[in-house]
């Protein structure tokens, strides 16, 4: 028999003006006029990105703590001329305590990216730099 996969459910809401909501009961944000859905996006990058290297962490008995930056060119793609990114780079920039060394460091690193759905939601697939403990890990 087939397992089936775990289904995780969400649901957003926006206005005309920039109000999103979310899930029905959270309290909403009002992003403004020069936030688009755009930066939205690449801050959900960011923002997968770091939570799947401390989901990662957390499962081999580590703390992970940091910041992600992630950044997108919007054009037409050459094989459908749809407008989407093209382009996605993310930049990371985390503290793993302790240490786990540099074999580690790269299973941490995959399954970040791996782990990372709104990255892995993108065809234009992100590509990652990586700076762990103060040093280049890419």
């Known amino acids: 028999m087939a397992?089936?996969?775990?289904?995780?459910?969400?649901?957003?809401?926006?206005?005309?003006?920039?109000?999103?909501?979310?899930?029905?009961?959270?309290?909403?944000?009002?992003?403004?006029?020069?936030l688009t859905p755009e930066h939205l996006i690449m801050g959900a990058v960011a923002r997968c990105t770091l939570a799947s290297l401390r989901h990662a962490a957390g499962r081999a008995g580590l703390e992970a703590d940091g910041t992600a930056e992630a950044r997108g060119v919007v054009s037409a793609r050459p094989d459908d001329g749809v407008f989407a990114f093209v382009e996605v780079d993310v930049d990371v920039d985390v503290t793993i305590d302790p240490d786990p060394g540099p074999d580690g460091v790269r299973q941490l690193i995959t399954r970040a990216e791996r782990g990372c759905f709104a990255g892995q939601s993108l065809r234009a697939k992100p590509r990652y730099r990586w700076r762990v403990n103060g040093a280049d890990a890419s």
Do not use: M, N, S
């Open 3 to 34: 397992v089936r996969a775990k289904e995780l459910h969400f649901a957003g809401q926006a206005t005309y003006d920039g109000l999103i909501t979310w899930d029905g009961d959270v309290a909403p944000v009002q992003t403004g006029p020069g």
